[in-house]
């Protein structure tokens, strides 16, 4: 674990905010990430974005992604200057009902605000 994550809890987006995360990922992700998360556009290949439906992204923490959302990381720029704390939470939370281990499932990580 990178240093200094476990400091950075991401805060719980509020209930039904789904929609809101929804357009949020659609203007600043999907240029690269696809609509869909799986990195199959275009962009995608020419920037070498993840697939964010893979297993290693449902094992990051909520911390560890809001980190990667915030600061960047590789290729990926940081997008802290221009996101705030709840929209990159929305952000986390959303990416969370991208990865189909998530997709039906109870987990407390998805918009439930606990």
Known sequence: MTPGLIACKAPRPPEGSVRE?????????ARCHGPTGHA???????????DLTREEVRRMSDAALAHQIRVGGGRMPGFGDVLGDREIAALVGYLRTLIPAFQGSKDTRRFSGK
């Open 40 to 50: 199959d556009v275009p962009e995608s290949r020419a920037v070498g974005a993840k």
């Open 21 to 29: 995360a929804a357009t949020l990922f659609a203007a600043v992700c």
